[in-house]
């Protein structure tokens, strides 16, 4: 550039260094993750050898990486021996269990050379005009499709090149591509939502629900619609579908149905029970369920902390919930069949024996709620050890319900307490006149037909 006066630039200290990197990657975490993590950091930022640009990039990198296994991946990761890289697909590595790490240590080496910039959760972009560089490149191997209507624009297409595929659903009536390979998809990390069609034309061409259980390496969020559909469930071919779904943690079940008519409640019971959910699920979501009650299988579920339970019509109780043991939100709606909530609506065995009173019922649930349910009229509550760490109680449109368990209510652990649309327990529970508001007056926030009527610091 011609300057006369030239300035040398040494590298930055240890300590400048890691000045630098924490302001990017560290300053915006709670105390406990960034104790959590600076020890690691600090061995990242050795690596850097005092260059800014270098300790810069890393610190963006990082930036939105939670957990301690991201970082000492990026620790141990061949980026800081990379100059050229000669290979790009993953296919090549021979470890596949791998494979998922070695790709994201691409993505990390991308967006540190900014081909690629981070964009939210498992998400990246680039510029356009490294983006039709990349597409030149790929020699049609990725494929974006925008559908419209009911058409399929790979019937009369060869796509045998095609690695990874985006579906852009528009318009009303707008369906999934009938002739789709998605069971075969065996590779396949992420399916946000599955339809099971309900008769007609479609059933021979559409996936079916039993073809998931080649899917096993699903991870994260699930939603299963149309449940109410399936025929044939007394085979046990659902026994396999989500059994070995190791790394699904949230999953959404929709008996709904597609035609009209009436489905048994046996039919959604047997469903339930034949269907074995994933061994690492944390957050369970059940809609339209018709049956009866629910499986004591779901015992076997030690990880589960959120259950929503939402328009179980037919069910009147709900035994071996209690024993979940890391449950802390509890959420039933529209349950239209309760009219008492007591022990034996939650299987607790009445006699006081010595086993049963050591017990204890539901020993993480924090947050409970239950909504919309008219025919509700009882909440009697005589075990003792039941709900210890409760700590919020939420009841939204229940307008027969006469009171609430005073041994709840006198909780310690009791935080907040959250009543509308109940005329019975707003009459009970008024703060001015109410003759049982001396029962809650010790719970710190109270919210009654959402007006704060208690809020204590």
């Not at 930022?45 to 260059?51: E, M, N, P, T």
């Amino acid at each position: 550039m011609n300057s006369i006066n030239i300035i040398n630039v040494s590298e930055l200290s240890d300590e400048e260094n890691w000045s630098l990197f924490r302001k990017l990657a560290l300053s915006e975490r709670p105390p406990d993750e960034y104790e959590n993590l600076e020890e690691i950091g600090r061995e990242i930022v050795k690596k850097c050898k005092g260059l800014p640009l270098a300790t810069i990039t890393i610190g963006r990198l990082l930036q939105f990486k939670k957990s301690k296994e991201q970082w000492q991946r990026v620790l141990g990761s061949e980026l800081w021996k990379a100059k050229n890289v000669e290979k790009g697909y993953l296919g090549l590595e021979k470890d596949d269990q791998n494979v998922e790490i070695i790709g994201e240590e691409y993505s990390d080496y991308l967006v540190t050379r900014s081909l690629l910039q981070a964009n939210g959760s498992y998400k990246y972009k680039m510029h356009d005009i490294v983006h039709d560089f990349a597409q030149f490149l790929g020699n049609n191997e990725c494929l974006s499709v925008e559908v419209y209507g009911v058409e399929d624009p790979l019937a009369n297409s060869s796509h045998d090149k095609v690695r990874h595929l985006m579906l852009t659903l528009n318009g009303i009536g707008t369906s999934f591509l009938e002739s789709t390979w998605v069971e075969k998809l065996t590779g396949l990390r992420r399916l946000s939502g599955f339809v099971i069609r309900g008769g007609g034309d479609h059933d021979n061409k559409a996936c079916s629900f039993e073809g998931l259980k080649n899917l096993n390496r699903l991870e994260g969020s699930l939603t299963v619609r149309g449940l109410g559909n399936l025929t044939d469930v007394s085979d046990g071919k659902l026994t396999e579908v989500l059994k070995n779904e190791e790394k699904l943690h949230q999953l959404n079940l929709e008996f709904d149905k597609s035609e009209e008519g009436e489905r048994l409640r046996d039919d959604d019971e047997l469903i339930l029970k034949t269907l074995q959910l994933p061994p690492n699920l944390e957050d369970l979501s059940i809609w339209y369920y018709r049956g009866n009650t629910f499986p004591s299988t779901w015992t076997t579920l030690t990880k589960l902390k959120v259950l929503r339970l939402r328009v179980c019509s037919n069910c009147k109780h709900l035994h071996h919930l209690g024993n979940l043991p890391l449950l802390e939100l509890l959420d039933l709606m529209a349950m239209s069949s309760v009219k008492k909530v007591d022990d034996n609506f939650w299987g607790i065995e009445s006699e006081t024996s010595s086993s049963s009173s050591l017990c204890v019922h539901f020993p993480k649930l924090k947050d409970f709620r239950f909504w919309y349910t008219r025919e509700w009229e009882e909440w009697d509550c005589k075990v003792e050890e039941f709900m210890p760490c409760l700590a919020s109680l939420r009841i939204v449109l229940c307008p027969k319900l006469k009171a609430l368990p005073d041994n709840l209510l006198q909780r310690t652990t009791l935080k907040r307490l959250d009543f509308s649309q109940s005329p019975i327990l707003t009459e009970r529970y008024n703060k001015e006149t109410g003759e049982d508001w001396p029962k809650i007056s010790h719970i710190p926030y109270i919210e009654i037909d959402c007006n704060r009527v208690q809020h204590e610091q």
